[in-house]
């Protein structure tokens, strides 16, 4: 399996030809990106915590970005006289269904490689897609759904593989998008720390280096499942964890991280936990987040809360998530509720 990242960009991709070629992308073009940056609940006396509401994309969530910048630069860079364009990329979800979404738009013919724990929403959102799929035992996780797209490529060279979590178009995606709509909103003030989920580390490394040119001391936050953390030399395993994020196993990082210069620190987050703080945060502001959303808010809660009341904490909400896990969260949190509060009425 080959790690080497590629396609260095210094600026994100021109939509120009994909445009001229498909006009049916200018209305997606159009409602892509300018998500909005929200206050939200944080702790008292601590800093301020901004979220990216990435729900408010296109397909609703984050990946719509870079599933445009990797079709675009596809685009760019396919000769179409000589054979149709075809893509192929590896995915735990929402690009998967990004993807699937743009080619269908386009009538391009998509193939991604998603694991078999894929929920039935994903599953029925790809089929209307039309998307071709192949799955992968979700017990080889990222490694195995990588693995084999680059597989695919090599034996069927007709597919065009965007390799997401390689292609340097994810991090200039969300440096010269993402972190510089961040920059514009935050209005002549700076962030203090940046927190993302690592899936890709994508979006940690692309936005850092947006938001670094305002701020050279920004502090750094990865957050990655306790489930399967960055980094960590155990195999991948099959267990739950919060969606679009975790290590790959074996001692293997994901590559975009080490484009940060500097020091990065890592915060684990529970899949009961995060799936307790998508019902929290639902029940406190009525606005539906994502696992790794509220696995996000979580490591912002804790690193705000050793900031002083000035300074600014950002992070990102990369998509919604769906009722079922909110509904798991709820049920978690209202049984933790009964023993606390059987634990309290014991000691009064």
Not at 75 to 89: E, G, K, M, Q
Not at 98 to 105: E, T, V
Not at 289 to 317: E, M, Q
Request: include cysteine; glycine fraction near 8%.
């Amino acid at each position: 399996m080959d790690f080497s990242l590629f396609n260095a960009q210094t600026v994100a991709p021109s939509t120009d030809k994909a445009l001229q070629i498909f006009p049916q992308l200018r209305q997606y073009s159009e409602a892509l990106g300018n998500t909005p940056l929200i206050e939200v609940p944080g702790p008292r006396n601590g800093a301020r915590i901004l979220a990216k509401l990435e729900s408010r994309n296109p397909s609703g969530s984050i990946k719509d970005r870079v599933a445009f910048g990797l079709f675009c630069d596809a685009v760019n860079n396919h000769d179409f006289d000589s054979a149709p364009l075809r893509l192929l990329d590896s995915s735990g979800g929402n690009m998967a269904r990004a993807l699937a979404h743009l080619g269908h738009l386009c009538n391009i013919p998509v193939h991604v490689v998603i694991p078999d724990s894929a929920s039935d929403e994903l599953l029925q959102s790809l089929s209307s897609s039309k998307a071709i799929v192949t799955k992968v035992d979700r017990k080889h996780f990222l490694l195995g759904i990588i693995a084999r797209s680059q597989q695919i490529a090599r034996e069927e060279p007709g597919w065009t593989l965007l390799s997401q979590h390689l292609n340097l178009v994810n991090t200039a995606v969300h440096q010269y998008h993402t972190g510089a709509e961040i920059c514009r909103q935050l209005d002549g003030s700076h962030a203090d720390a940046w927190i993302s989920a690592v899936g890709t580390g994508g979006t940690l490394a692309g936005v850092y280096a947006a938001l670094s040119q305002q701020n050279p001391q920004l502090h750094v936050v990865g957050c990655t499942p306790s489930e399967m953390p960055f980094g960590t030399m155990e195999p991948p395993n099959d267990l739950s964890r919060f969606a679009g994020a975790g290590g790959f196993g074996f001692g293997f990082k994901q590559p975009f991280v080490s484009l940060i210069p500097s020091s990065v620190t890592f915060q684990s987050v529970s899949n009961d936990k995060s799936l307790k703080a998508m019902y929290r945060f639902f029940e406190e502001t009525g606005i539906p987040i994502g696992g790794s959303a509220a696995a996000n808010w979580v490591v912002a809660y804790n690193v705000a809360a050793k900031f002083g009341k000035d300074a600014t904490v950002v992070t990102v909400f990369a998509d919604a998530g769906s009722n079922t896990d909110r509904e798991r969260g709820r049920q978690l949190l209202n049984s933790e509720r009964k023993v606390n509060g059987s634990i309290s009425n014991a000691n009064s």
